[in-house]
């Protein structure tokens, strides 16, 4: 089963809680605190997978969870460190925050992506330890992992689309031209998954190709099975557009490609854009005037044009020529650039309160949605800094911390985040 679209929830491991303990050892009194830290829960981490050609996986399973730390323990031992979660997709697919729509990798390289950051351990009482406060008897929890509903897109790579309607020869062309090997049969829509094969022009040249399901007339609005793979166009440097010259299926050959740019359009305009090479195919079929009337409509809208006929490679070679040298002139496969997911939307959605603990004049503030806010805010950047302040200040955590009774120069602890208070 092909599917090229999943939307799924991911959520990062939790920090281990911090260890509250005393140093014990004969002859020793009042041995100082020593808890451990809590362990880091596992990150999700997203990673290319070229054995994997499809989404099919994430039809069945939609919520990943990676472990948590473990605690902290006494003697300054710290809890062990949880694993990564590794989720492994095809090469192409892009990952989006859902709500947003914000990009927020393109897994078209090698290079893991770590989407949720297992949240850090909690410090045991032995960092709480002052020169006026030397039994803390008080620790912190691990903090939450990060948690994300995200949308898995995949938009496969490839130098050349490969358009038309069904049954004018798209899958006997990539036959004959490349090792893939598609179903070939006189019937609409054969071809129900994108297909891909790569194009051998000599030692160390080649490119991919991709032929994608046939396109009718309405497909940019979901008629047909065209509108599902529209998406596997938008990488391609450029596209071949291949026509039944002959009109053996009573079509006529000029509608038929103003109807697929059409299509094109309406999906993604800039589509329309893409630099095209025309092919005519089936021309065993076609009269001497068909060829010809058709081949001065092409040429007369700037394209340039072959003839073929792909069973028995007449005129392929040249058509694949012709796009190898296009291809040089052209710049590499589309790659999606990362995008940062607004601070406001995260604020908006995410906030849903908070508690405050206060421990030897330490105010303990928990908020498991502020640790997105962390996360993407630098905190040596005066104006993130200030960003971050007016989300304290609009979430009602600066006037909680009044009502708790607290005074300038006491300190505020965020999770691994300390400041003093000041009026």
């Known amino acids: ?193 994108p297909v891909l094969g790569v194009v051998s022009m000599g030692e160390g040249s080649s490119f991919v190709i991709a032929d994608i399901p046939g396109l009718i007339e309405g497909a940019s609005e979901g008629v047909g099975l065209g509108h599902a793979f529209l998406r596997h166009v938008d990488r391609c440097r450029m596209l071949l557009h291949i026509v039944d010259v002959a009109g053996s299926e009573g079509r006529d050959p000029v509608e038929d490609f103003e109807k697929i740019n059409l299509e094109l359009e309406r999906f993604n305009p800039e589509l329309a854009e893409r630099p095209m090479i025309v092919a005519g195919n089936k021309i065993d079929l076609a009269t001497d005037e068909q060829r010809a009337s058709f081949k001065e409509y092409i040429e007369s809208k700037g394209y340039q044009y072959f003839e073929m006929c792909a069973p028995i490679l007449e005129g392929t070679k040249t058509v694949i020529d012709a796009v190898a040298a296009k291809l040089v002139t052209l710049p590499p496969v589309v790659r999606y650039e990362r995008e940062e997911i607004p601070l406001d939307m995260l604020v908006k959605k995410q906030n849903t309160g908070f508690t405050i603990t206060v421990e030897e004049d330490v105010y303990i503030v928990e908020a498991p949605w502020l640790i997105k806010i962390i996360c993407r805010t630098d905190l040596d950047d005066y104006e993130s800094l200030q960003y971050f302040q007016r989300v304290l200040v609009s979430s009602g955590i600066i006037d909680a911390l009044r009502e708790k009774g607290i005074n300038e120069g006491d300190i505020v602890s965020i999770y691994d985040y300390e400041f003093e208070f000041m009026e």
């Open 1 to 193: 089963m092909f599917i090229d679209k999943a939307t799924i929830k991911i959520k990062a491991g939790d920090g281990g809680n911090g260890a509250v303990a005393f140093h014990r050892e004969k002859y020793i009194n009042a041995g100082g605190p020593d808890g451990g830290d809590g362990g880091k829960g596992g990150d999700i981490v997203f990673l290319v997978d070229d054995n994997l050609s499809t989404l099919a996986d994430f039809k069945y399973k939609r919520k990943y969870k990676a472990a948590n730390g473990a605690d902290g323990q006494g003697g300054r031992r710290s809890g062990k460190k949880a694993e990564d979660l590794i989720i492994k997709v095809p090469r192409g697919t892009v990952i989006r925050e859902n709500e947003s729509g914000t990009i927020m990798a393109d897994m078209s390289g090698d290079e893991p992506f770590i989407a949720a950051k297992g949240g850090k351990g909690g410090w045991g009482n032995s960092h709480f330890s002052t020169p006026t406060r030397q039994t803390p008897r008080f620790a912190k929890s691990g903090a939450p992992g990060e948690e994300w509903e995200v949308t898995l897109e995949l938009k496969l790579l490839a130098d050349v689309g490969l358009l038309g309607f069904p049954n004018v020869g798209k899958s006997s062309f990539i036959s004959v031209v490349s090792q893939a090997k598609p179903i070939i049969a006189d019937y609409h829509f054969t071809t129900i998954t």
